[in-house]
């Protein structure tokens, strides 16, 4: 219980500021109420939840965690707690803390769905599946629980229970575009591009694992071969003026493009990948954005585009093209990779990733672009096989 000293309307005016995204203005409240309201736990639930937000994890779990210390059955610090451990990576620890809020609040639906988002995470898939029945047990509206539910059906090679689960998440939710982008998988439709969400969420849920996952889990070499690569498009040029890598993840083509570059920019739709990629301080400018809006509206000119494993995540690729035409220097080169696949067009794979044939990505290159080069390589590795695919470079003409 929030302490009678302590007035309701403060409460309802932090909370009104965090709703409105004025984080910095609500912990600066929070500091002044402090001296006057000492150790109230509800003031540290929510300073936690500012800081989590603002990316400030560690700062935001000692907040939390004094809360606890305040009032140790408050579930929803438990809960908070998780959720932030969770984002740091810290998944086991994460585990303990959704348990301890559900062991508080049994009918804690929120907690039971991340429990089973982490457990899944961690490959306790049976597990993860009891979360999500439980919420749905819960509240049967629960769109993201049946998501979920489906999501992990998906991964076990279920594909009917998964089809059922997201069917059922679309009846609750009509607009849930990730639940759509995942039918469109099952049912063997090729949709232009997955909504922004479904990358979104990806991304920022892998951040603290992408790096580990793809480099030694998957053997994903591209980004420590690029450099060499561009070199030897002009053994007499050792460095491009402005250089942009779309897509650019948590950096780790940072290195090699830092050392050719005078300027280098990263941009990514994932706010957590980007964070990732600033600890290496290589970059001189990080952008949280899609791709196509950004430098389709960007003054610069650049003079090299990198994207590595960007397109396997759009089927339409002739955005792209257009928007690096709209901010290339001449003789700008663009350099990316793709999923090959026979014949004609883009295919939409069990993967949920999309393939290009190559006479799809000529053609769209024809206007404007000429070839200078492409190079089939193994992208990575998929439950033990490679997965072949192609670098294509081209150059603005």
Request: charged share 25%.
């Amino acid at each position: 219980m929030t302490p009678v000293s302590l007035p309701q309307i403060e409460i309802d005016n932090l909370v009104e500021l965090y709703s409105q995204g004025k984080l910095q203005e609500a912990i600066d409240k929070i500091q002044v109420l402090n001296k006057n309201y000492s150790n109230i736990p509800i003031l540290f639930n929510i300073l936690g939840a500012c800081h989590k937000k603002l990316g400030n994890l560690d700062t935001a779990a000692k907040m939390f965690e004094n809360a606890i210390l305040l009032k140790p059955d408050y579930a929803e610090a438990h809960y908070n707690l998780g959720v932030a451990l969770k984002q740091d990576g810290k998944l086991n620890i994460a585990v303990e803390s959704y348990k301890r809020a559900i062991s508080l609040l049994p009918s804690y639906a929120d907690a039971h769905n991340n429990l089973g988002n982490t457990l899944s995470e961690l490959g306790q898939k049976d597990d993860a599946i009891k979360c999500f029945e439980k919420v749905i047990e819960i509240n049967p509206n629960y769109a993201e629980a049946h998501y979920n539910l489906g999501s992990v059906f998906r991964t076990l090679g279920k594909f009917e229970a998964a089809i059922k689960s997201f069917e059922r998440s679309l009846i609750i939710n009509p607009n849930y575009g990730e639940a759509k982008h995942l039918l469109n998988v099952l049912n063997g439709h090729t949709s232009n591009e997955p909504p922004r969400e479904y990358i979104v969420n990806l991304f920022d849920d892998f951040a603290e694992r992408f790096d580990n996952s793809l480099v030694k889990n998957l053997e994903y070499k591209l980004p420590f071969l690029i450099k060499e690569l561009i070199l030897q498009l002009d053994p007499t040029r050792n460095k491009f003026d402005q250089v942009i890598d779309l897509g650019c993840g948590t950096g780790l083509s940072g290195k090699g493009l830092r050392d050719i570059s005078n300027n280098l920019t990263g941009i990514d739709l994932s706010k957590n990948m980007v964070a990732k990629a600033r600890e290496l301080e290589l970059y001189d400018h990080l952008i949280v954005g899609d791709i196509v809006e950004t430098i389709g509206a960007s003054k610069k000119k650049y003079d090299l585009f990198v994207a590595l494993d960007v397109l396997i995540y759009i089927g339409e690729v002739k955005s792209i093209f257009n928007a690096v035409k709209s901010c290339c220097n001449q003789g700008a080169f663009f350099i990316f990779s793709v999923e090959l696949q026979e014949g004609d067009g883009y295919s939409l794979l069990k993967s949920a990733r999309y393939a290009h044939s190559e006479n799809y990505i000529l053609n769209i290159a024809y206007d404007g672009f000429k070839l200078i080069d492409s190079q089939v390589v193994r992208l990575r590795k998929e439950r033990g096989v490679w997965i072949d695919g192609k670098i294509y470079i081209l150059q603005t003409t």
